[in-house]
């Protein structure tokens, strides 16, 4: 035993040697993350601090120019001064001057020979009539004095009030230019904390992928076990990541599992099975082929819409197979139908209709993403005058944007460039635009209709997020029918009453009819958990009818600029 033992020491040595070799490689991995976390943090500082330093700049630009226009106000006032001075003085000097030119004319008749021989009575009442002429014009001066004293010309008041003008464009120029920056500031603190944030969610994903993960698969080992050589293997893994080659492997593994089988077992009468699966014993798999699969389904989906949908989905199932195949094969096909869509996720109409056959959506969910397709169909088409198929780029963003005007810009540009669009092609390149909806031989949509169908999955999956997030509730507690119908409407004020109400008919199953008129009529027993009307809600065809209203974000009061 003890030389088992010092054996057993001797081949533990080298695993301590190596667990020591990758205990200072992960230290030294560590440190060199530290480095990299310490420099970005460096540069972020330094960037507030050059934010901080423009913030700076720009108050002693707005300083300056305050005292500037101060210092204008003040010439302006001494310059207003000085001609007024001016003015009185000019007015002073032609009165002066005046009274020189009377004196001279006095001298001149005092002088002449001839003055002598006038009347003095006359001339006495001459002089009397002349200063009364003087009365009345020096009265008449001091009334243009006093009523025109505070009077500035013009042209210095144009001149003035254009320089004032001029002032002030730049001084509103200069707070706009101030509040754009400290918006910007915001904005910039903001991603600084969203950053740290993602910086530290990272690491703690890097540090626990370190920890759980394994080596990536070498999926090129499949190209000889898959059907069909590594031709048909590349073909389906062509787009596909790990996620979805696994489930397209195991989909080529239950291929030929279900060929193997010639019977499968009846699962019984019970509650919790489904109307078509109810059977007890054993049924023959009919091994119908996978494209035959999707051509049953496609005619029970046209069946199904051409009726006028009242019975249930899985009854009305039943029912199809049962017509079909008659009533000796129906459990048989029933069987072999279902096996087959729950089978092969990665195909659009299986996974489709394997969905709401098992009440995960509403068939109204189907229905309307197919009208949606329709109706986009439509438009391009009659954006099409000349019937000859094609499409410009830019007729084909007016359609898209017209059609879905609540997409962005960046969403519209995605199912552009699934459509064929490159940010290199030009707005005058023709788009044939039937290929956009056409289908393989196996069902599956082409990239452009993929991209609509995953956008509504997301702005679902937003809108849902979005009314938890109003609504302000962890899943797990309850939630009453009033709130839900004010957080519905308060996040999308365009929703109509109907629309409304079956939103809240789906989240609490309760029929249209029964649901209270008034929002405070009879709802206090009407409470469930938010995660039970979400789930219920993520079923349904859920959409958003308009845009929400963005309420003005209030500055803060070091953003406010004083007038």
Known sequence: MLAHQREKIRAL????????TMNEDCN?????????????????????????????KKNEEKISLQSEVTKLRKTLAEEYLRYLSERDARKILIADLNELRYQREDMSLAQSPGIWGEDPMKLTVALKMTRQDLTRTQMELNTMKANFGDVVPRRDFEMQEKTNKDLQEQLDSLRDDYREVCKEHDMLLQLHMST????????????????????RPDWSKCEDVVAGGPDRWQMLAEGKN??????????????????????????????????????EGVVENKKPTKKDVINLLKDAWKERLAEEQKEKFQDFFLNFLERRFGPADTMA?????????KLFRSNEVMSQFYAVL???????????????VTQLLKEMTNVDSQNEGLLTMEQLSTVLKSTFPLKKEEKIQELMEAGGWHPNSS??????????????????????????????????????????????????????????????????????????????SQAFQLPVTELPEEPEEKTENIIIQLQTVLERLQMADVRRMGPREQEPVPLSPWQQVPE
């Open 358 to 372: 098992m009440g995960k959506w509403n068939e109204s969910v189907y229905i309307k993403q197919k009208e949606t």
């Open 427 to 504: 707005n005058a390149d023709l788009l044939d635009y039937r290929s956009l909806f056409l289908e393989d031989e196996e069902g599956q949509s082409r990239p452009f209709v993929q991209q609509l169908w995953e956008q509504y999955l997301d702005e679902k999956d937003d809108y849902l997020k979005e009314l938890k997030q109003e609504l302000g509730l962890e899943l797990r507690e309850k939630v009453t029918l009033p709130k839900v119908r004010e957080a519905l409407m308060t996040i999308d004020p365009k929703l109509d009453k109907q629309t409304l109400n079956s939103y809240l």
């Open 13 to 20: 040595e080298p695993l301590k040697a190596k667990l020591v």
């Open 242 to 279: 790990s996620d979805q080659l696994v489930d397209v492997l195991l989909e080529e593994i239950g291929v030929g599992l279900l060929q193997e089988k010639d019977f499968f077992p009846g699962l019984g009468y019970e509650e919790s099975i489904p109307p078509f699966l109810r059977f």
């Open 196 to 215: 740290l944030k993602e910086r530290d969610q990272y690491h703690s994903e890097l540090q626990e992928i370190q920890r759980t993960s394994t080596p």
């Open 28 to 56: 030294e991995r560590i440190l060199a993350m530290r480095a990299e976390e310490r420099s970005e943090i460096s540069m972020l500082k330094k960037e507030k601090m050059n934010l901080l330093k423009i913030i700076d």
């Open 333 to 341: 096909w029933a069987y072999t139908i279902f096996e087959n869509i």
